[in-house]
């Protein structure tokens, strides 16, 4: 059964369901940051001055989300920095502009996909799963944008990834691959039961959370600015800093300091073999962002322009002796930027040094 409504929740759903495709620009900031500070007086930070010029990571971390605003208004999108830069940057967008056939056969491909896949969170890995990825998911673009730099693809290929846009992509795309809910998704029934898409063909996705209230936000969001800005404030009152003297800058600088535990790649692996792990890495955690929750039944309305919505509210479970779900995920931020800005700066290295 669904339920047709007005009025204020349509209202919630007008904002909520501006579809969202990144970790916020600060978070993105911290992990270009980071990359950029780990890599200072390396070959490779030589390597990508060639290619960006006055750009550093921390800049082209949120320029692919820039681009994006040029899906809806032509001559948005500028980077005086970096005129030729612009130019190629433009150039990508227009070889793989956004598409209403989301088919994975659709060509060419949207370069909206590439930010994001939508693994089931029944799955234990990206493999193990037939529904939610594509060639154009953000894992093969990962992998796509590593072999450009390390000269397998050639660069003057067909997405027009060039090697200056390949290091723009991978200092976006590696943090979008660090937020759970770019990875998993769960897949839904009318009354907000999770079903596996593998087996049940007739579950809704959920679009990665976009698809489901959560507070004044929706879940999607809620990783992508909520639990960053809450994981910038808990930094912000445990050193005593006020947020002009502890910027995202300032913090990526200190975890520059803070190795992650279990970041590295296993030595046996190529560079474009890293995202895959990455994926399977973030799985449970994209369970858990789920399984905390419990879901309420399908709501179904029609917006102004009598386009039928379709949403789920989620409300945190009772959690006795656990941290609450704002504690948890800004915790698990914490943990994922710190380990996206020193595995960008990685898989730059490696990729480069292929070459
Ligand atoms: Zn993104």
Redesign the pocket.
């Known amino acids: 059964m669904t339920l047709k409504c007005v009025g204020i929740f349509a209202m919630i759903q007008a904002v909520s369901l501006v579809p969202l495709?990144?970790y916020s620009e600060s978070g993105h900031r911290i992990v270009g940051a980071l990359a950029d500070k780990l890599m200072e007086g390396k070959p490779a930070a030589d390597a990508i001055k060639k290619l960006l010029g006055a750009v550093t990571l921390e800049r082209a971390s949120t320029l692919?989300?820039e681009l994006r605003g040029e899906d809806k208004s032509r001559g948005t999108f500028k980077l005086p920095e970096n005129p030729d830069l612009e130019a190629q940057l433009l150039a990508f967008r227009e070889a793989n502009p956004p598409s209403d056939d989301e088919s994975e056969t659709h060509m060419p491909p949207s370069h909206q996909w590439f930010?994001y896949t939508d693994v089931p969170i029944q799955a234990n890995s990206y493999a193990a799963t037939k529904t939610g990825t594509s060639q154009w998911d953000i894992v093969h673009m990962i992998a796509y944008c590593s072999r450009v730099l390390a000269g397998t693809e050639k660069p003057d290929n067909d997405r027009r990834i060039t090697p200056a846009v390949a290091v723009v992509l991978l200092a976006?795309y590696v943090g979008?691959i660090h937020q759970p809910l770019h990875v998993g998704a769960a897949f839904l029934d009318a009354k907000g039961n999770f079903l596996d898409p593998n087996i049940h063909h007739e579950a809704k996705p959920d679009r990665g959370g976009n698809d489901i209230n959560f507070g004044a936000t929706n879940l999607h969001a809620y990783w992508d600015f909520d639990a960053v800005e809450s994981a910038l404030t808990y930094q912000r009152r445990s050193q005593g800093k006020t947020s002009d003297a502890l910027t995202p800058h300032d913090w990526a600088l200190q975890l520059a300091a803070k190795e992650p535990a279990d970041w590295k790649a296993d030595p046996s692996l190529k560079p474009e073999q890293w995202s895959e792990k990455w994926a399977d890495e973030i799985l449970p955690l994209a369970r858990e962002a789920h399984s905390r929750l419990r879901f309420l039944p399908l709501e179904e309305f029609d917006n102004k322009n009598g386009k039928s919505i379709v949403s789920w509210t989620a409300i945190e479970k009772p959690h006795p002796g656990q941290s609450s779900y704002a504690v948890f995920a800004s915790k698990a931020v914490e943990v994922e930027l710190n380990k996206a800005g020193w595995r960008l700066a990685a898989l730059l290295e490696a990729s480069l040094a292929t070459k």
């Open positions: 495709s990144a692919p989300d930010h976006h979008d």
